[in-house]
């Protein structure tokens, strides 16, 4: 079984209580949905790997035209509950890149969990998303890894998790095409160090 399918099955397992968890939104989530809103050049919005919705909602709430998707059927049940608003579908973000087109895409601690071998030709289908001019937000866990990594404390099944070095994903932007305009290092109460990075389509 594959990293990504044992991850899908992760979440399977513990959707309920990771949304019970993450049903507000931080400070920091919220600065950075706050930033995303204000590049945005127009009202077409694609939430990638949405989990319960709780950031869809927020965009929805901010009169933006959101579609949110995730690979997990659990998570876009939770989502439609949610946000009766937006539109939720079922789907691996590997396979985005054709269909409509978004003026923004907001990818919050989702492409974490592609494997690096897919990196590349993830984020190109995702900038082939876009409308030239089009904003993109990505959040990625600070480090050097690719693999499998248990939850210990939440007692939590593993799940894929591919962290970056702030190069590394600068790097793997600017390749599938992106130009980064903000990158921003904030530490968690929790020790890891998340990337936030603001990229645009010329």
């Known amino acids: 079984m594959g990293d990504v399918e044992v991850t899908k099955q992760a979440y399977a397992k513990i959707f309920q209580n990771y949304a019970s968890r993450n049903s507000d939104l931080n400070e920091v989530v919220r600065r950075m949905l ?4 204000s590049l945005l050049s127009g ?16 965009l929805f709430e901010h009169s933006l035209d959101v579609t949110g998707c995730d690979i997990s059927e659990e998570f876009i049940q939770l989502a439609r ?4 608003g937006c539109e939720f ?12 087109k978004y003026d923004g895409l907001w990818v919050s601690a989702s492409f974490l969990h592609v494997p690096k071998s897919d990196a590349r030709a993830t ?14 937000y990505v959040s990625v866990m600070k ?8 939850n210990v404390a939440l007692n939590w099944p593993e799940r894929h998790f591919s962290d970056y070095g702030e190069n590394e994903i600068e790097g793997l932007l600017e390749g599938a095409g992106f130009t980064v305009i903000e990158n921003e290092s904030v530490k968690t109460e929790w020790g890891s160090t998340f990337l936030h990075l603001f990229c645009k389509k010329s």
């Open 34 to 37: 706050d930033r995303f809103i």
């Open 43 to 58: 009202e077409k919005v694609l939430d990638v790997g949405c989990a319960n919705g709780r950031e869809s909602k927020y």
């Open 81 to 84: 509950e949610n946000c009766p």
């Open 89 to 100: 579908v079922v789907s691996d973000m590997r396979m985005l890149g054709k269909g409509e």
């Open 123 to 136: 984020l190109e289908g995702f900038f082939e998303l876009l409308n030239p001019g089009g904003v993109m």
């Open 143 to 150: 480090g050097d890894f690719d693999g499998l990594r248990p």
